[in-house]
């Protein structure tokens, strides 16, 4: 598997949930918006889909066998590929991101 990068929020403007989710709802995409609270945990898993995933709040840590932490604050996107195995915690402000299944 290639390794993972976070895409960090390097645009001029500051970071803006609300313009992620206008952005998201404009185009053809289905995406979801969900949260988890502070320190939440997730065992090692993995999706049949690619998932593009958006910090909006907070911040969440993806561990991916072989690869360093990748942690997402505001603005981060991810895209984990189908098949990627993850398990995930979530950091101590909790986490509010935004997905979409590619």
Known sequence: MPQLAVQTWAA??????TGVQAELRGGSRPHQEWSNGPHTRYAEHTHPFEKLLICLEGSIVFYVPGQRALELRPGDRLVLPAGARHAVRVGPQGVRCVEVHR
């Open 12 to 17: 001029a403007a500051a970071f803006s949930p």
